[in-house]
Nanobody
Framework: EVQLVDSGGGLVQPGGSLRLSCAASGFTFGSRFMSWVRQAPGQGLEWVAT????????FYADSVNGRFTISRDNAKNTLALQLNSLKTEDTAMYYCAIAEYGGTWYTFPYWGQGTLVTVSS
């Protein structure tokens, strides 16, 4: 079955960096767009970034554009998110997800278990 295992979260000070990873199995990873989404405490879900099948095209939410980088290694079935210049408002549970785009918004039929990023001084 489809499995997405998130890791790499932790506590970091404002301005710091983290690298999140997602190990995928149970499907043809290279045939799927992949995304990262997040949920801050007490808030709704927020789309963060999406990457196409080959990894050459990426999309970012305005709130993270220029600070975060999504990438993938199809040979290793892994997805990554590099988080730089972290702000307190980046504090959230981060999830990797299979992405489907309907022309207006993404849907995410499969999610990882999430990894918590806490940005605090």
């Amino acid at each position: 079955e489809v499995q997405l295992v998130d890791s790499g979260g932790g506590l970091v000070q404002p301005g710091g960096s983290l690298r999140l990873s997602c190990a995928a199995s149970g499907f043809t990873f290279g045939s799927r767009f992949m995304s990262w989404v997040r949920q801050a405490p007490g808030q709704g879900l927020e789309w963060v970034a999406t990457i196409n099948r080959g990894g050459g095209t990426t999309f970012y939410a305005d709130s993270v554009n220029g600070r975060f980088t999504i990438s993938r290694d199809n040979a290793k079935n892994t997805l990554a998110l590099q988080l730089n210049s972290l702000k307190t408002e980046d504090t959230a549970m981060y999830y990797c997800a299979i992405a489907e785009y309907g022309g207006t918004w993404y849907t995410f039929p499969y999610w990882g278990q999430g990894t918590l990023v806490t940005v605090s001084s």
